[in-house]
């Protein structure tokens, strides 16, 4: 089994290798001459008001939690879908109430407003 | 005639052929067996690890040539200085130019995350190629892995907070809500893919690569098209293209998340938007085009990677096409596509095609013919966008009656 | 006992996941402290690995670093006065953490005393966990019933959020 992920292993290297070797050649080949006028947060022309760490919408969480429910079902789900076909009925029924019960949660949330973008 | 029969046996399975020879080659040198194969799938590696890079060049090259065609330009070509003919060496040129352009950080950014967040991006979109089957057998995959199409979910997946990372410390607003809008849609958009993935996955029975391109003696597009557009669709929003390209939307946001990036680093941001095309095209291609499935290919293994690139180049071609028409959506109609209608889609279709599926098997206890499974699939691919259809149909009729009645209603406030 | 590479790789992500979990800990700002958590999560994902447990690898990348890793994000940048003022490091209940985590400590090592064996990792694992993970999940006398309550539990954690929403 270790055997498969040698080659994970191995591309692991040449992806790290194709992560940092443009930049690093861009380290030595670029040329060096800053200015303080050159380091200045683009903001259209204008100097920037205030700091870019502004409070966000809670609305933003709640996607990123909608998506993490998703997660864990699809993970519940991979082993169910790869095996069902040789199962009983009752198995196959299993998964597809766990995916109704999912479905209703989703068309409750609609149903309340929490998908509008406000 | 010796030697051209010889020549043709090796072209026929060429890659692998090569491989052999490398080998022996090795061993030859007095190298011990483990240590040879070591080395070769090093250099397998290494030529998957490039391959994508190898593509983007003359991708990026193509993709503005077809641009500006659609578009009524010239696009990059030989007037001026000399790029080649058609401009086919722009690209280099350009590489070149990013290389040795100076890099410019802004004040107050993050440095540890800000330099590191371009490497990631390469490096996540690069560790996709490990389990893309390129031709029959084992030899022409890197590795058939028994999670196979889950290990590519798992990296795609791993590698959202980047967009983040790149994002905060870049110490820009424009930057920072390019990152929380590139996640909020990346997020979003994982898991009709993820329910598209599972019903290829449960109709397959398997999750190796080579398993699921096995399993298409029809191809998925025919059997379950209904899956193969909500995985296209949310493919397109994952690699960031039009109609879904808010987060990056250059009128309004400048680039999104790495606009304070310069020089190779903004580079490094490019490629990797790039190589993800690339690697859904090629996903694409395995799970509902039959991979490189094809005629001839039991001959000449060497084929099955021809026609692998052949199907994964009309891909890219239909990707290119809606890419360069369409305009771009706003965020709330975005997500509403997502949330109310492709999410839904994509969990009724899972269970229609799960319950469908099964009921094929237990109809047709000796195994059913292939082609009547994938009619009976398709039959029921076309029933479920007809009743959807049927559904969101009344549900508009609905909302234009209830907004007809407040109008009546306000304008009977009005005469009174 | 011969060194070979998955007894070096062992130590590398061992020391990936304890140095990332220190670091957490210690960094001052909360946005990094995260981006550590993510070199803990991958450090995990390569020991399931080493374990010879890949669906629990691609598991602990798509749900942690993917999903949990991202939430965890999303709460530090909604909370923005964290990012400029340091925040002190231990707050009035830190004798109550310290305890429970002493007595985790102690449970845990317990158990692993326990329930050593010396040749653990010679027992072959078979190829086909996944689809014997697939069959017990949904068999009756298995994990039929916690598997119908995960998703009644995933339920809850939507109408939670939907209900947070509403609160604003």
């Known amino acids: 089994m270790l055997e498969q992920f040698t080659f994970v292993g191995l591309l692991f290297l040449v992806a790290a290798l194709l992560g940092t070797l443009p930049p690093a050649l861009a380290w030595l080949l670029r040329p060096k001459k800053p200015h303080p006028r050159k380091s200045e947060p683009y903001e259209c022309g204008i100097y920037p008001h205030g700091e870019a760490w502004v409070q966000y919408k809670a609305q933003y969480y709640i996607f990123a939690l909608a998506f993490m429910v998703f997660d864990v079902e699809a993970v519940f789900l991979f082993p169910w879908a790869l095996i069902y076909n040789w199962l009983p009925l009752y198995a196959v029924i299993e998964g597809v109430l766990f995916l109704l019960l999912l479905l209703g949660a989703l068309l409750y949330a609609w149903k309340k407003g929490a998908l509008e973008w406000v | ?259 304070e990036y310069s020089g190779m680093k903004f580079g490094m941001f490019y490629l990797a938007e790039f190589m993800n095309s690339v690697a859904v095209a090629a996903i694409f291609t395995t799970l509902f085009l039959g991979g490189w499935r094809g005629p001839w290919v039991d001959q000449a293994p060497i084929l099955g990677t021809i026609w692998f690139f052949i199907k994964m180049g009309l891909v890219i071609l239909a990707w290119m096409f809606i890419q360069i028409t369409l305009p771009r959506l706003r965020i709330d109609q975005m997500l509403n596509f997502n949330w109310k209608f492709l999410t839904p889609l994509a969990i009724v279709n899972l269970c229609v095609t799960v ?43 609905r909302e234009e009656r209830r907004a007809w009645r407040v109008a009546q209603a306000t304008e009977l406030e009005v005469t009174a | 006992m011969t060194i070979t590479l998955s007894h070096v790789l062992f130590v590398l992500f061992g020391l990936m996941v304890l140095g990332g979990a220190i670091a957490v800990v210690t960094v001052r700002n909360l946005f990094h402290a995260a981006l550590w958590l993510m070199l803990v999560f991958f450090g995990m994902a390569g020991l399931y690995v080493l374990l010879e447990a890949p669906f629990f690898a691609a598991a602990q990348l798509f749900i942690y670093m993917g999903a949990i890793g991202i939430l965890i994000i999303f709460a530090i940048m909604l909370t923005r006065a964290f990012m400029r003022q340091p925040m002190p490091r231990a707050n009035e209940q830190w004798w109550l953490a310290a305890l429970l985590t002493a007595v985790l400590l102690g449970v845990l090592v317990f158990l692993i005393l326990q329930n050593i064996r010396p040749n653990i990792m010679a027992e072959a694992v078979p190829e086909s966990t996944i689809h014997i993970l697939g069959v017990t999940l949904v068999d009756p006398t298995g994990y039929a019933l916690p598997f119908e309550v995960a998703s009644v539990l995933l339920v809850m954690a939507l109408i939670g959020a939907v209900t947070i929403v509403r609160e604003r």
């Open chain 2, 1 to 259: 005639m010796d030697w051209l029969t010889r020549l043709l046996a090796f072209l026929s399975n060429a890659i692998v052929n090569i491989g052999a020879w490398l080998q022996g080659v090795l061993t030859g040198w007095g190298l011990p067996e483990p240590t040879a194969h070591l080395i070769v799938r090093a250099v397998g590696a290494l030529a998957v690890g490039f391959f994508p890079l190898v593509v983007v060049i003359f991708l990026i090259w193509a993709y503005r040539k077809i641009a500006a065609r659609i578009q009524g330009r010239l696009g990059p070509n030989s007037s001026g200085t000399w790029a080649g003919p058609w401009g086919i060496l722009q690209t280099f040129a350009d590489a070149i130019k990013m290389i040795v352009k100076e890099d410019i950080r802004p004040q107050g950014i993050d440095p540890v995350p800000y330099n590191l967040a371009p490497v990631l991006v390469v490096f996540a979109s690069v560790m996709l190629w490990a389990v893309i089957p390129f031709g029959p057998g084992g030899s022409l995959i890197g590795t058939d892995l028994s999670i196979g199409i889950f290990y590519i979910m798992a990296f795609a997946s791993a590698a959202l907070f980047v967009f983040l990372m790149a994002g905060w410390s870049s110490n820009n607003k424009y930057a920072t809500v390019g990152a929380f809008r590139a996640v909020a849609q990346l997020v979003g958009y994982e898991i009709p893919q993820l329910l598209a993935v599972l019903t290829v996955v449960a109709v397959a029975g398997t999750m190796k690569m080579q398993g699921i391109v096995g399993a298409q003696n029809v191809i998925f597009l025919v059997a379950m098209p209904l899956t193969a557009f909500i995985f296209y669709m949310a493919s397109l929003a994952e690699i960031n293209a039009r109609p879904f390209e808010l987060l990056e939307a250059e009128s309004e946001l400048v680039c999104g998340y790495f606009i």
């Open chain 2, 355 to 397: 319950l469908v599926n099964k009921g094929i098997t237990e109809a047709f206890p000796g195994g059913a013919p292939v082609w009547t499974r994938a009619g009976i699939l398709l039959f029921s691919n076309v029933l479920t966008v007809l009743v959807v259809w049927g559904i969101s149909a009344l549900g508009r009729r």
